[in-house]
């Protein structure tokens, strides 16, 4: 089934070693239709892999193999709202030990140079109360680069007094 509305993601001939990356870290999601291209392109050559189909989190993706001419910033990320310290530590570290790197505030990047936000619900929650919880937890957060859940309970504790 194709997908009315999905993002689409250039890559750098790497859209298949991406998918495989994507499927394996995060659950929910599955790899479809990997097409090859019909004939020679400015970036490639007939019968490389042109395109990869995949689902992350449920959500549909279309994966392009378009070439050098343009590459991910900052401006386009992805949140993963994360339920506990646990599984905001797995993809800190699944995205950051293989080859991506650290950011600050929740953000970091996978080694295609994908932005990712590992943001725990708790940090959303707590900022979404306002006044000085909110601003203890904004505070806190940024001063970290992987979310720490346990120091942003302490840096709150006695607003909510």
């Known amino acids: 089934m194709i997908a009315k509305l999905q993002p689409c993601l250039w890559f750098d001939g790497n859209a298949e070693e991406a998918s495989r990356f994507y499927a394996d870290t995060f659950p929910g999601s599955r ?16 019968d490389d892999v042109l395109t ?25 990320s992805f949140q993963v709202a994360t339920n506990d310290q646990v599984e905001t530590d797995r993809y800190w570290q699944a995205i950051t030990d293989n080859g991506g790197e650290e950011s600050m505030c929740g953000w970091c990047k996978d080694r295609f140079g994908l932005s990712w936000q590992i943001t725990p619900k708790r940090l959303i929650e707590l900022m979404a109360r306002g006044g000085e919880t909110a601003q203890r937890a904004f505070k806190a957060m940024m001063t970290m680069k992987k979310i720490d859940i346990a120091a942003l309970d302490r840096a709150v504790k006695g607003a909510d007094s």
């Open 31 to 46: 790899i479809g239709t990997v097409m090859r291209a019909p004939g020679d392109y400015p970036d490639g050559m007939e």
């Open 52 to 76: 990869v189909e995949m689902t992350i989190f449920e959500m549909p993706f279309l994966l392009l193999n378009g070439g050098a001419q343009f590459k991910f910033n900052e401006a386009v």
